[in-house]
């Protein structure tokens, strides 16, 4: 089946900023998002972008897509202690009838003061 | 309330024993999902449904029965519940129509087997 992959780790101070790394498999794959889950919680969208696009900003968010690559990368600008979460990346394929979305396996991002 | 909701949030059971998780929501979403998450694997598929009375397996559905009889709800039974079961178990739900199909989530149920 296709795969998504994430580092599973990754800790920035206070302030800085975060770059959480994506790689997937599916050349057919139209959407891809971004999943935040804070402890104990369920996941939250934080955003998603089209194949077609290279680039999404959303206030603090970046997303880049390198689709060549297969590569989707989110930035998080100016890093707070209340982004320490595990950050899911996820894809939909065009090739499926389901409608259903493959995920990573989740990067915990610690920010440390 | 709207939005969708998963009961219980807590459960502890036994090997062998029967259980079943529930998942309501109140946007008349079409599709509704259900998700295990275990460390190191992420989230990954157990079964779905397109519509009431359409259900369909994802990547790990051994062990687990669902049913649709109302397109709110979407319960997960295990039949007989094994160790490895033990896990948190996300049901969500979406519209599934073209376009970016969100997928939103409840707030997960958390199954310990013993």
């Known amino acids: 089946g296709e795969d998504v992959e994430q580092s599973l780790f990754l800790s920035v101070r206070e302030g800085d900023s975060s770059v959480i790394n994506c790689t997937y498999t599916?050349?057919?794959?139209?959407?891809l998002y971004w999943y935040k889950q804070e402890p104990g919680a369920g996941l939250q969208l934080l955003t998603y972008?089209?194949?077609?696009?290279d680039m999404k900003q959303d206030q603090r968010l970046t997303v880049l897509l390198n689709k060549k690559d297969k590569h989707l990368s989110l930035r998080i600008a100016d890093t707070q202690t209340g982004d320490s979460a595990i950050y899911f990346c996820a894809e939909i394929s065009s090739s499926g009838s389901a409608r259903q979305l493959t995920f990573g396996s989740g990067t915990q991002l610690t920010v440390l003061p | 309330d709207a939005g969708i909701t998963q009961s219980p949030r807590y459960k502890i059971t036994e090997t062998g024993r029967q259980v079943t998780l529930m998942c309501h929501q109140t946007w008349s979403h079409s599709y509704m999902f259900w998700y295990r998450q275990d460390l190191g694997h992420g989230l990954r598929l157990i079964y779905y449904s397109a519509a009431a009375d359409i259900t369909d397996k994802g990547e790990v559905p051994d062990g687990y029965v669902v049913s649709r009889s109302k397109t709110e709800n979407f319960p997960l039974t295990l039949e007989s519940a094994t160790r490895s079961q033990t896990s948190v178990y996300f049901c969500?739900?979406?519209?599934?129509?073209?376009?970016?199909?969100?997928?939103?989530f409840g707030a997960g149920s958390r199954l310990t087997v013993l």
């Open positions: 969500a739900s979406s519209w599934g129509g073209a376009g970016a199909n969100v997928l939103t």
């Open positions: 599916d050349s057919s794959s139209t959407y």
């Open positions: 972008i089209f194949s077609n696009m």
